[in-house]
């Protein structure tokens, strides 16, 4: 059995795992925990792409904009990545085969590979073109990859369910 | 133009959300033409969410075992209509009426499950649009005929 399988199916078996798939209500509560820090985390994404496409917001400078909105991704990331962990933990055996499942996992990390590339290259020099109402073709470009590949994390997740 | 253009990415994206009320509907993965009624012996349980599932061997006129998945709703939904973890056992022999999965495995939705104390229960899901759907304990199947 492949190493990563295995570890699935200790996971699955485990007596917490156990216990969330069984539960009556704690698997809803933290499916919905999900859902809102993934509004948290993609909705502040959103606004900063949305502003570097220049729809809006123009007045508002992308650093400073980006200086308020991060901690807010960031906090996003955090409860998503931790409530995720849990749905996963309680169905982990069923997770491995869901092509679903997989097709989110690729897209999250293309979009954090996005994200990297933002943060270590086009957004270092933000001071420089952050004002202009519309962001240079690279910016833009990030933007828009952004948007799609976190769009298609939310639709590879929902689909979850229909697999 | 610009606010049109807003308007038009906020649907894109809110378009993407809008199934996250329901796990998933009833006509996403079952047949509504094809009732079934099966009786068998349970040879496997999952209690877990975000479905159950139980497994029955199910014998033929002629003898031939098919082994049947029968999907249902959640722990907490069971639980709610007083169909607990344990109701059922490996080994029971149960009445199955419900409809068979649009992919043609031997997968079908339990929207009436006859427990081997006599209990008929509803198991579907309340509000998923399939028969039945509001969730009466008897479960209601009009295309079954069964229906009391």
């Known amino acids: ?163 | 133009m610009k606010a049109r253009l807003v308007l038009a990415l906020a649907l894109a994206v809110s378009g993407t959300a809008i199934p996250a009320h329901a796990h998933h509907s009833f006509a996403a993965e079952f047949d509504i033409n094809q009732p079934v009624r099966l009786m068998g012996k349970v040879t496997r349980i999952e209690w877990s969410n975000p479905h159950t599932y139980f497994y029955i061997d199910v014998t033929d006129a002629s003898g031939k075992i098919t082994n049947w998945a029968i999907e249902g709703p959640s722990p907490g939904a069971l639980s709610r209509r007083a169909w607990q973890k344990g109701d059922l056992k490996v080994g029971d022999t149960v009445v199955v009426e419900g409809y068979r999965a649009k992919n043609g495995t031997n997968t079908a939705n339990g929207r009436r499950v006859t427990l081997p104390d006599g209990r008929k229960l509803y198991g579907g899901s309340p509000g998923d649009g399939g028969p039945g759907d509001d969730g009466t304990d008897q479960g209601n199947l009009p295309a079954t005929g069964t229906n009391k």
Not at chain 1, 24 to 39: D, G, K, P, R, Y
Not at chain 1, 42 to 62: C, E, F, P
Not at chain 1, 78 to 84: H, I, R, T
Request: glycine share 6%; charged share 10%; net charge positive.
């Open chain 1, 1 to 163: 059995m492949p190493f990563l399988q295995h570890f699935c199916d200790v996971l699955y078996q485990s007596n917490f795992g156990t216990m969330l798939r069984e539960s009556n209500n704690a698997f809803s509560v933290i499916e919905s925990v999900h859902v809102l820090s993934i509004t948290l985390l993609v909705g502040t994404i959103a606004v900063l792409d949305l502003r570097m496409l220049g729809l809006i917001l123009r007045s508002v400078s992308v650093s400073r904009l980006a200086r308020s909105v991060l901690p807010l991704s960031w906090s996003g990331f955090a409860v998503s990545v931790a409530s995720g962990f849990l749905l996963f933990w309680a169905e982990a055996a069923k997770m491995y085969i869901n092509p679903s499942f997989r097709a989110k996992l690729v897209l999250l990390v293309l979009a954090g590979f996005n994200a990297l590339v933002f943060h270590t290259t086009i957004y270092r020099r933000a001071q420089e073109w952050g004002t202009l109402q519309v962001c240079p073709m690279r910016a833009r470009v990030n933007a828009i990859a952004s948007l799609t590949l976190w769009s298609g994390v939310i639709i590879a997740g929902r689909a979850i369910a229909y697999f």
